[in-house]
């Protein structure tokens, strides 16, 4: 940052109110080895630098397209009456909406956060050039990301001769709950913290998402495909929020902390849980008779709000920030893999 900042900039004005040290250097700024190695290597690793595959030439039309397992409705009576071909139908819808729920994640949650980081709002004491790089390479990843998924679904319309437009569906649940919170946060620097929160949850926990596709044998190979070649890069992007979110948090005060945990924890919430309004769309584009009513039994059910388990990545960042015990969020409610 300029070492005046300009009054009129409200990023310089919330990265002033952000730093809880009374004085800061820019000339004190490291080298971050992480960042800097991300950095130097993105020609190489990057899928949008790959050639992109023919996605006609592997598509298989007795394939479904999404997991039955991801369907929060599986088990319940009004699903299993439905006969094959509704089922296909939904598991079809089932795979727009992820792509639709991925791609609202980058472009609303995501790339808005790491805007700010290159703005240095956060001001978090890395050099500004490896930082900068590192999450602008990250950006457009993300943006082809978005591509990539806009891919997939487009091919399926085409192959399955169905109309599932995305514009059909809301705005992904992740997306609305972050809307939400920045909406009642009351200063640009209480937003800008509930962005780093809710990008640190999406990056670190997005590839446990994407692996719930990734993993599957039994679906559509593009649709793992696409899973598969998205979670090469996030498991970069990942290290990246990782380290942004511990070097941003030395530099936070007392309340700025508080805050930023809290929000932290509703993006678990947000990240864990299934969209339950876009499933009811769903259905009821696709006239699912009894399809409301399903859907009431299950978000009431116990146990029946979780999609994202795996949180791993997560509890290891809040172990490094030593606030295990002090976030507000249920450990018991998600799975995690000791390293």
């Not at 399903?294 to 979780?306: E, F, N, Y």
Request: glycine residues 6%; hydrophobic residues 40%; negative net charge.
């Amino acid at each position: 940052m300029n070492d005046i900042p300009n009054e009129a900039d409200p990023c310089a004005t919330v990265a002033r109110r952000l730093r809880s040290l009374p004085e800061h250097d820019p000339h004190d700024a490291v080298e971050n080895a992480v960042l800097s190695r991300l950095a130097g290597n993105w020609h190489r690793r990057a899928t949008v630098k790959q050639e992109e595959p023919n996605l006609d030439d592997v598509f298989e039309l007795d394939r479904p397209d999404f997991p039955d397992a991801l369907l929060p409705f599986r088990g319940h009576p009004t699903y299993l009456a439905l006969d094959d071909g509704m089922k296909a139908r939904i598991l079809a819808w089932g795979w727009i909406s992820f792509n639709k729920n991925i791609m609202d994640i980058e472009q609303h949650v995501v790339n808005p956060g790491f805007a700010l980081v290159t703005q240095d709002v956060f001001d978090t004491g890395i050099d500004s050039e490896s930082m900068t790089l590192a999450v602008t390479q990250a950006m457009v990843d993300e943006q082809y990301h978005t591509l990539m998924h806009l891919n997939a679904s487009a091919l399926t319309r085409r192959k399955r001769g169905w109309q599932m437009a995305e514009r059909a569906l809301p705005l992904a649940y992740k997306a609305r709950r972050q809307a939400h919170r920045l909406a009642t946060a009351g200063t640009d620097e209480e937003r800008a913290l509930v962005s780093l929160a809710f990008t640190t949850v999406a990056e670190i926990s997005v590839n446990a998402h994407l692996d719930l596709i990734a993993e599957n044998r039994e679906i559509q190979p593009v649709n793992r495909m696409t899973a598969v070649l998205h979670n090469r890069d996030e498991y970069c992007h990942a290290s990246i929020a990782d380290t942004l979110a511990q070097e941003a948090w030395k530099h936070f005060s007392p309340g700025q902390r508080d805050y930023f945990l809290a929000a932290l924890a509703d993006g678990m919430e947000a990240f864990a849980a299934h969209d339950f309004t876009t499933w009811a769309r769903i259905l009821d584009l696709l006239g699912v008779e009894g399809g409301g009513e399903m859907l009431r039994d299950i978000s009431s059910a116990s146990g029946g709000k979780r999609l994202l388990q795996d949180f791993s990545g997560l509890r290891q960042l809040c172990q490094e920030l030593d606030v295990l015990d002090t976030l507000p969020f249920d450990w018991s409610t998600v799975s995690t893999r000791t390293p």
